[in-house]
Nanobody, 126 residues
Framework: QVRLVESGGGLVQAGGSLRLSCAAS????????MGWFRQPPGKQREFVGA????????YYVDSVKGRFTISRDRAADTLYLQMDNLRPEDTAVYYC???????????????????WGQGTQVTVSS
């Protein structure tokens, strides 16, 4: 199994930045795609973006494109979500997730994901 632990959430003013981390351990070879999701208050969880662990590609939803960047430290097996120019509507619990992509298709980033962290709260004040 793959264990994922997020950190780095907090309270920030609109226009500010935060960087979330997701430390992976266990059988990390079972997860070649890593993604970030978020669940705003009172809403369903939504996909934010994903990256291939081998550095072969990334994908972002339109609402965060140009503001959020996903990266990874291969040596530390840690995934990051750099969030800049934050908006109040970015307020949510953020989760990292992992899966194996067997499709080899252009939809490699799409859910479902198999492994999940516990989530970290991000609150953006206006």
């Amino acid at each position: 199994q793959v264990r994922l632990v997020e950190s780095g959430g907090g309270l920030v003013q609109a226009g500010g930045s935060l960087r979330l981390s997701c430390a992976a351990s266990g059988r990390t070879y079972m997860s070649d795609v890593m993604g970030w999701f978020r669940q705003p208050p009172g809403k369903q969880r939504e996909f934010v973006g994903a990256i291939k662990r081998n550095g072969g590609g990334s994908y972002y939803v339109d609402s965060v494109k140009g503001r959020f960047t996903i990266s990874r430290d291969r040596a530390a097996d840690t995934l990051y979500l750099q969030m800049d120019n934050l908006r109040p509507e970015d307020t949510a619990v953020y989760y990292c997730a992992g899966k194996m992509d067997f499709s080899g298709s252009s939809n490699w980033f799409r859910p479902p994901y198999d492994y999940w962290g516990q989530g970290t709260q991000v609150t953006v004040s206006s």
